[in-house]
């Protein structure tokens, strides 16, 4: 490629990916489908036929995890294991994840909670329900379930945030250093919050184990009398503390503006729940919440769509571009529940697939059907249009709603 056509490439900042990576990206599938963008200091690939192909293709590509993540969480997560390792740290974390496992639990873990906040917030008549009501629903379902029923929704979601700014601080400069400081020692200091809340909770599942997923993580698989060391499990705490918790918020929110976009839509979805899924689905394609953070490395010299990649190259694959390729779909921007169903690319592919497919769709789904049931009669607030906003993780930040009461 020239350096003309490259230099709107170099030109792309940051700021404008977080606000809306969407033009720039349906151009780089279009121009340039492998491509080193300077403000990440990695080269991307945009479309969905080369990011399965690489998903697909562990021979030639191992998974790392960015370094911007790494820098937040450490080393030792599941994000950035490959092989064997691998395997063995998903024996441990995805049992009580698998549907059945899910099935058995899920009703009492999210329902209950979920009326409660509606029953606070539905004769007020207009809130942020990503504040009041998505966010608490998604940090308290998977948070209780992890065991950190005592930890208020306000300090899970405050958890999120921070660790989700610090794993985002992407950008960097000429040299490839990072150009902001300040998320990741925010950063740190939750995760300090986060071991002195979780280090007495250890302590106490050591001697007690029970049902929640950190006990689980402590003692599944450990010889008798053993326990997991806490260095190995603290590092997928953040994990979950961090996607796990703030995804199926994200998906909710995201899902209820499409269909506030298409009021004939969410009429039909109102009046038949069992279009919830569908909605859900196509909510999830059309905005992926975990937008671009899958990085994978060439274990030895690699041409991929005409460009040469020698070994040790990183490339950051974008799901949620991969989401809007019109090989898959036509007209991708637009939010459409009657489209034909395609697998799309918001959990991922290959072994490094998400765990929680189906427990994070069946919190988003129980979220939406007791909110639907109870509100039946949402409009859009008119004073405040909906901000997307984000290039590693995205979502809408607020979702005002209003309603009779
Ligand atoms: C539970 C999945 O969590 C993540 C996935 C990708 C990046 C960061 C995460 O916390």
């Given at each position: 490629?020239t350096?003309s ?14 606000r ?21 200091g990695m080269?991307?690939?945009?479309t969905r036929?080369?990011c399965l192909q690489i998903t697909?293709?562990?021979e030639?590509w ?5 370094p ?5 969480f450490g080393k ?12 063995k740290?998903?024996e441990?974390?995805?049992p009580?994840l ?8 899920i009703?009492a873990l999210?329902r209950?909670g ?8 539905e004769e ?14 998604s940090v308290?379902?998977?948070g209780?379930?992890m065991?950190l029923?005592t930890v208020?929704?306000?300090?899970l979601?405050?958890?999120f945030?921070t660790?989700?700014k ?6 960097v ?5 990072f ?7 925010a950063g740190?200091e939750?995760?300090?919050e986060?071991i002195?809340t979780?280090d007495p909770?250890?302590?106490?599942w050591t001697?007690?184990p029970?049902?929640?997923l950190?006990?689980?993580?402590l003692h599944d698989?450990?010889?008798?009398g053993?326990?997991?060391d806490?260095?190995e ?7 979950f ?6 995804e199926?918020?994200?998906v ?9 976009e ?7 979805v109102?009046?038949d729940?069992?279009?919830i899924p569908?909605a859900i ?5 059309w905005v992926a919440?975990?937008?671009s953070a899958a ?5 030895r010299d690699v041409?991929?769509?005409g460009v040469?990649l ?6 950051m694959?974008a799901?949620g571009?991969?989401n ?5 779909w036509?007209d991708p921007?637009v939010?459409?529940v009657?489209?034909?169903?395609m ?6 592919s290959?072994a490094?697939?998400c765990a929680g497919?189906?427990?994070?769709s069946?919190?988003?789904?129980i979220a939406?059907e ?10 859009p ?8 906003w984000?290039w ?14």
């Open positions: 490629m350096v056509a490259t230099r709107w490439i170099e030109a792309i900042t940051m700021e404008e990916l977080n809306d990576p969407n033009p720039i990206y349906e151009r780089l599938r279009r121009e340039a489908p492998v491509a080193f963008v300077p403000a990440v080269h991307v690939v945009a036929e080369l697909q293709d562990s030639a191992s998974t790392v995890i960015a911007s993540g790494g820098r937040t030792g997560t599941v994000l950035d294991s490959n092989g064997e390792t691998h395997r740290l998903r441990w974390i995805d009580q698998r549907p059945t496992a899910v099935d058995s639990y009703e999210v209950p979920a009326r409660t906040i509606l029953e606070a917030i007020i008549g207009a809130v942020d329900i990503q504040e009041a009501y998505f966010a608490p629903v308290r379902a998977v209780d379930l065991g029923t208020p929704s306000k300090t979601v405050r958890w945030q660790l989700a610090s794993y985002g601080n992407a950008e400069d000429e040299n490839g250093q150009v902001h400081h300040e998320p990741f020692e740190d939750i995760k300090n986060i002195a979780v909770l250890l302590d106490h001697v007690y029970d049902h929640t950190i006990s689980h993580w698989g450990m010889p008798d053993q326990t997991r806490r260095a499990i603290y590092p997928n705490i953040y994990v503390l961090l996607g796990a918790l703030q199926p918020g994200h909710m929110t995201t899902t209820l503006a499409g269909l506030l298409n009021p004939d839509q969410l009429e039909r109102i009046d729940p069992t279009l569908r689905n196509e909510g999830a394609r919440p975990i937008w990085v994978k490395v060439a274990n041409e991929l769509a040469d020698p070994a040790g190259t990183a490339v694959l799901y571009s991969a809007r390729d019109t090989s898959a036509d921007d939010f459409d009657d489209r034909p169903m697998p799309h690319l918001t959990f991922g290959g490094h697939a497919t189906y427990l994070g069946a919190v988003v789904r939406l007791e909110l639907f049931e109870t509100i039946p009669n949402i409009e607030d008119p004073e405040h249009t909906p901000t997307f984000g590693t993780f995205r979502g809408p930040q607020s979702l005002h709603i209003k309603w009779e009461v």
